[in-house]
């Protein structure tokens, strides 16, 4: 193994300690933020996630409103339930964890786009588009501020990015190209005729395509900087996108658990204190 960690869950560790102290001065003006979750059904790994952020939350001071719901919630009922926590003032923002196997595209936009920490509310990405600031998706931010607190380059890197999901790829790419990261994107996905020939060129690539071990040692270029976002799971273990033989190749890898995942909680918590940040200036 010659690549360096790009290392997510030391990272978490040091931007909650940051966040602490944002949260306790929040405290000394008589605010104090709150993160709410709804979760349908009972998907061991969504009870893991959503256990894992209430746990980060504790940690820095953030208090917990969870909805736990049973798989056999209506559209209607979980309606209710968003109802209620964009009317409740001690929820600062919420999420709703995917998939739900309702219609998630109506529960996201019922969501106050005030209180949408997870930055995927329609108007959301629509100002990410435009340009305008407002909360921005957990993952993606997570990956770039990654490669940010580990001193690599982004501006005028070239990017491959690996999936177009609307969570990871679709807005990483709008993030990648703003003018404050300044990188040169090449969106790839299922329909991309050489992946390798792309992959090649790339200075970053970024993995999220959720198929295990599709980058593989020799499509990457010796020294790149390789993020595996990919979750997938191989006989119960989570497994990446990222081949291991990958680790021979790259300059940096980030290690799939404990790399960009943590990350996406980091940044969740990073949008709560924000918005409640702003609360106070306003
Ligand atoms: N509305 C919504 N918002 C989300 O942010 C959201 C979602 N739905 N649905 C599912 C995905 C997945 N996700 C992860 C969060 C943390 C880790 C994480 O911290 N993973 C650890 C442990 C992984 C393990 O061992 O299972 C790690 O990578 O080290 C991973 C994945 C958030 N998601």
Redesign the pocket.
């Known amino acids: 193994m010659t690549a360096q960690t790009l290392d ?2 030391a990272t978490l560790r040091t931007i909650k300690a940051e966040l602490a102290q944002r949260v306790a001065a929040l405290k000394e003006q008589g605010v104090t933020p709150g993160l709410g979750t709804v979760l349908v059904g009972d998907d061991p ?2 009870h ?2 959503v256990g ?2 209430h746990k980060d939350c504790a940690e820095i001071g953030i208090t917990s409103i969870r909805r736990d719901l049973p798989a056999t919630a209506t559209q209607a009922e979980v309606e209710a339930v968003i109802d209620e926590l964009n009317a409740d003032a001690a929820c600062t923002g919420f ?5 739900t196997g309702l219609d998630e595209f109506a529960l996201l936009s019922r969501v106050d786009p005030d209180k949408d920490v ?1 930055g ?1 509310h329609p108007v959301n990405l629509g100002k990410l588009v435009l340009g305008e600031s407002g909360p921005l998706p ?2 993606p931010v997570g990956a770039i501020e990654l490669l940010r607190r580990h001193g690599i380059e982004i501006a005028g890197a070239e990017v491959v990015v690996v999936g177009r999901g609307l ?1 990871v790829g679709r807005p990483l790419g709008l993030l990648l190209t703003r003018r404050s990261e300044n990188a040169t994107v090449t969106l790839c996905h299922t329909g991309t005729r050489d992946l390798a020939a792309h992959v090649r060129h790339a200075d970053i690539v970024v993995a999220a395509a959720g198929v295990p071990g599709i980058i593989t040692a020799d499509m990457v270029k010796p020294g790149a900087a390789v993020l595996d976002v990919g ?1 997938s799971r191989v006989d119960g273990k ?1 497994t990446g996108d990222v081949h291991p033989g990958v680790w021979d190749v790259a300059g940096w890898v980030s290690p ?7 990350m ?2 980091a940044m ?1 918590l990073t949008n709560i204190v924000e918005i409640a940040e702003r609360s106070v200036r306003s």
């Open positions: 997510g869950a790994g969504s893991w996630y894992a952020k999420l709703v964890q995917q998939p997870d995927l957990c993952t969570t979750v989570v799939n658990p404990k790399g960009v995942g943590p996406t909680r969740l």
